[in-house]
């Protein structure tokens, strides 16, 4: 029976660990803040970095034993394998880990391309993978921390390598300010934005998303008190605002509820958002009202598409109908909607297409949606629940290794056509600083010319017929 080995103190020396966040989505990484706390508790002294908004940094990389990047999606993977082979060249003999949902997505591919450890994404029973040198022998379902399971690694690699970690002294690492990273802007204010979350997983399971078959349909709480102490230490920091950024907050809806309440009576003029699906909307649509008594600001939900036969491959159960109930029920409650969607896909028409535009100007919904969401194709990740639909065993799929996903191409050209036009028009737009109204005329316009007539959307509505929304800065949320 093998007996657990403890590391006296002495040995965990002042950034010989590292962790490294390469995105999430323009605020502050859960994927650092966490694992440095628990790291801190076992009284290990990492340093961090958060390349989205720093650069890296050498000397860190030179003198850690055990580096750990975050990769929760599918930007953030792609960005940390180019950051890999840099690593490797400073710091050769160092053990790395990739952690995070992308980790476990992609585990075979990280493994046999330089990564010594893979973990599983936040809470999940899924052990470490490591190509055999660290395994878990426990039986049984359990709950598991990727803060914790990462102490534990990094505990492995030091007992099998025998590396010694001299203390120097303990100090905290220093995570990036608040203020560098994206803001809440609405109502002519701008708010210092925090970021926590209350669940990990998810217990639906709509086909598109890279949840599922990493969570399996279950989705875990975050125990009230870790949540609340992480808002009043940014709050502390300086955070006006918070984003809840569980994949559906309202998976676990009073539990939700109880933070809130406990943290707008703590802090009373603190605002926030969070994200949840249509039908959630519609199932708990007595609580909007409260919620926006206690600061809600915005709501995003996953609509994705307007078509019947595109929401039944996504497996989304909602209608067009139950998009519309939802925002009536989040618009009267003084809240704003922020509808994302995923408008390129195989089974999407240019009809479809063009009928979200359709949609968005008739319920004036312009400002709330970033003009990225009309360029956002369908990703299909290795082990996709949409593997298993018929649709897409029907397609011609090949997988892409090194971008973490199968290409596929629509039966009618002309949308593949107007997506690369659109994800130009996107980015030229958005570098030049041409507001959302116009841009959105423009992708209209440009999608209508591919049907090979004039098209003159609903009169050009002025500025005034749609209001600017409240949002985060940060405007890619894929």
């Known amino acids: 029976m093998k007996t657990e080995v403890r590391i006296p103190s002495a040995m965990h020396a002042p950034g010989a660990i590292l962790l490294i966040s390469c995105y999430e989505l323009g605020h502050r990484p859960a994927g650092l803040t966490r694992p440095l706390r628990a790291f801190e508790a076992a009284g290990f002294a990492p340093d961090v970095i958060d390349i989205a908004v720093e650069p890296l940094d050498v000397e860190k990389v030179a003198r850690a034993k055990f580096i750990g990047i975050s990769v929760p999606m599918h930007t953030a993977l792609r960005l940390g394998v180019h950051l890999l082979n840099r690593i490797r060249e400073i710091n050769p003999a160092a053990s790395i880990s990739m952690y995070g949902l992308y980790a476990t997505l992609n585990a075979d591919y990280l493994l046999s391309h330089g990564v010594d450890f893979c973990l599983p994404s936040s809470v999940t029973s899924q052990p470490p993978l490591s190509g055999g040198q660290v395994r878990d022998t426990s039986s049984g379902e359990q709950i598991r921390d990727t803060s914790t399971e990462l102490v534990k690694l990094v505990q492995s690699v030091v007992e099998r390598e025998q590396i010694e970690m001299q203390k120097t002294g303990f100090r905290t690492a220093k995570l990036p300010p608040l203020e560098v990273y994206a803001r809440f802007e609405g109502n002519g204010e701008t708010r210092t934005v925090g970021y926590t979350e209350t669940t990990h997983g998810c217990k639906h399971l709509?086909?598109?998303?890279?949840?599922?078959?990493?969570?399996?349909?279950?989705?875990?709480?975050?125990?009230?008190?870790?949540?609340?102490?992480?808002?009043?230490?940014?709050?502390?920091?300086?955070?006006?605002?918070?984003?809840?950024?569980?994949?559906?907050?309202?998976?676990?809806?009073?539990?939700?509820?109880?933070?809130?309440?406990?943290?707008?009576?703590?802090?009373?003029?603190?605002?926030?958002?969070?994200?949840?699906?249509?039908?959630?909307?519609?199932?708990?649509?007595?609580?909007?009202?409260?919620?926006?008594?206690?600061?809600?600001?915005?709501?995003?939900?996953?609509?994705?598409?307007?078509?019947?036969?595109?929401?039944?491959?996504?497996?989304?159960?909602?209608?067009?109908d139950d998009v519309e109930a939802a925002i009536d029920i989040v618009h009267e409650a003084g809240i704003a909607l922020r509808p994302t969607w995923v408008p390129f896909t195989p089974w999407t028409t240019l009809d479809d297409y063009?009928?979200?535009?359709?949609?968005?100007?008739?319920?004036?919904?312009?400002?709330?949606?970033?003009?990225?969401?009309?360029a956002v194709r369908l990703l299909i990740p290795p082990?996709?629940?949409?593997?298993?639909?018929?649709?897409?065993?029907?397609?011609?799929?090949?997988?892409?290794?090194?971008?973490?996903?199968?290409?596929?191409?629509?039966?009618?050209?002309?949308?593949?056509?107007?997506?690369?036009?659109?994800?130009?028009?996107?980015?030229?737009?958005?570098?030049?600083?041409?507001?959302?109204?116009?841009?959105?005329?423009?992708?209209?316009?440009?999608?209508?010319?591919?049907?090979?007539?004039?098209?003159?959307?609903?009169?050009?509505?002025?500025?005034?017929?749609?209001?600017?929304?409240?949002?985060?800065?940060?405007?890619?949320?894929?």
Not at 354 to 373: A, G, M, N, R, S
Request: charged fraction near 25%.
């Open 206 to 320: 709509c086909t598109h998303c890279p949840i599922p078959p990493v969570y399996n349909g279950k989705f875990f709480v975050v125990q009230p008190d870790t949540v609340l102490a992480e808002i009043q230490e940014q709050v502390a920091q300086g955070a006006t605002h918070i984003t809840f950024g569980d994949p559906d907050f309202l998976n676990g809806p009073m539990h939700g509820l109880r933070i809130l309440r406990e943290m707008h009576e703590t802090y009373p003029t603190l605002t926030f958002d969070f994200t949840t699906k249509v039908e959630h909307i519609l199932k708990h649509r007595k609580h909007f009202q409260e919620f926006a008594q206690l600061g809600c600001r915005f709501v995003i939900s996953a609509v994705e598409s307007l078509s019947d036969r595109v929401l039944t491959i996504l497996e989304k159960h909602h209608t067009r």
């Open 354 to 374: 063009l009928e979200i535009f359709q949609f968005v100007d008739t319920h004036c919904l312009v400002y709330h949606v970033d003009p990225v969401q009309y």
């Open 383 to 478: 082990g996709s629940y949409l593997l298993n639909r018929p649709e897409t065993k029907a397609l011609s799929l090949t997988l892409d290794e090194a971008a973490f996903s199968y290409t596929w191409a629509h039966p009618d050209a002309r949308m593949d056509e107007l997506h690369k036009a659109v994800n130009t028009l996107v980015e030229n737009d958005a570098r030049a600083g041409i507001d959302t109204l116009e841009t959105f005329y423009r992708i209209w316009t440009l999608a209508a010319d591919r049907q090979g007539r004039k098209h003159t959307p609903l009169g050009f509505r002025s500025k005034d017929a749609h209001r600017p929304a409240p949002r985060i800065t940060e405007a890619w949320f894929c």
